[in-house]
């Protein structure tokens, strides 16, 4: 499983999909999203955080996309 971190800047979403469509296209992946909840805080550090480290442990890897 794929998963894509998505900050919220205006073109990460734009840039995630299209990778994950690119890796669907070429590979047997299944993908997987989280959107980061509060601007530059890490969501580590975030109130969100046991929900971010439940994410990471159910996916293989992590594509991060900035997007400014």
């Not at 299944?30 to 550090?45: F, G, L």
């Amino acid at each position: 499983k794929i998963a894509h971190f998505c900050n919220s800047k205006r073109a990460a979403r734009l840039m995630l999909t299209s990778i994950g469509n690119r890796l669907k296209e070429k590979f047997s992946v299944s993908t997987d999203w989280y959107d980061a909840t509060i601007p530059n805080i890490p969501e580590i550090e975030s109130v969100n955080k046991e929900k971010f480290m439940d994410w990471v442990k159910g996916v293989d890897a992590v594509i991060l996309a900035v997007g400014d």
